[in-house]
């Protein structure tokens, strides 16, 4: 008996469905399709049927755009922020501080970048100290098979 107490489902007799159930679903799926579906019209619309029919919605006009004046290339100038709206000007205040923060980490002048530097030495240090251990060691074994041969 499995844990818990509680019986599985294998070893049960399977279910299946009538074939009479399943005609009858088909058939209620169908009807509640025909309902929703528009109905389909022998003649073909008149130009007076077109501005109801759902499958031929009335074209889009596009207005067309003003040219726009290209203007003379110049320095680059910060996006201009209205006083009245906070959140762009937030955005734009998170940006450079990101910017400002990356700079001063690249540089090495933050407590993350000073700490990962310490972390690096550290590491450097330890690789160190094991590589001149497995030198010792290789030498060691160089000896000790030296000496077998002889």
Not at 8 to 32: A, V, W
Not at 118 to 146: D, P, S, T, W
């Amino acid at each position: 008996m499995p844990r818990g107490g509680k019986k599985g489902h294998k070893g049960r007799g399977k279910q299946f469905s009538n074939p009479e159930e399943i005609d009858r679903q088909m058939r209620l799926e169908r009807e509640k399709v025909s309902l929703w579906s528009p109905p389909v019209h022998s003649r073909s619309p008149r130009p007076s049927d077109t501005s109801h029919c759902p499958r031929n919605p009335p074209a889009q006009r596009h207005l067309p755009l003003s040219p726009l004046t290209p203007e003379p290339p110049g320095p680059a100038t910060p996006p201009t922020v209205p006083a009245d709206s906070r959140t762009p000007r937030e955005e734009i205040e998170k940006q450079k501080a990101k910017e400002r923060y990356m700079k001063l980490h690249l540089e090495g002048k933050t407590e993350q970048a000073r700490a990962d530097l310490a972390r690096l030495a550290i590491i450097k240090k330890q690789r160190e100290e094991a590589a001149r251990k497995r030198e010792e060691l290789r030498k060691v074994k160089e000896e000790a098979e030296a000496k077998s041969k002889r």
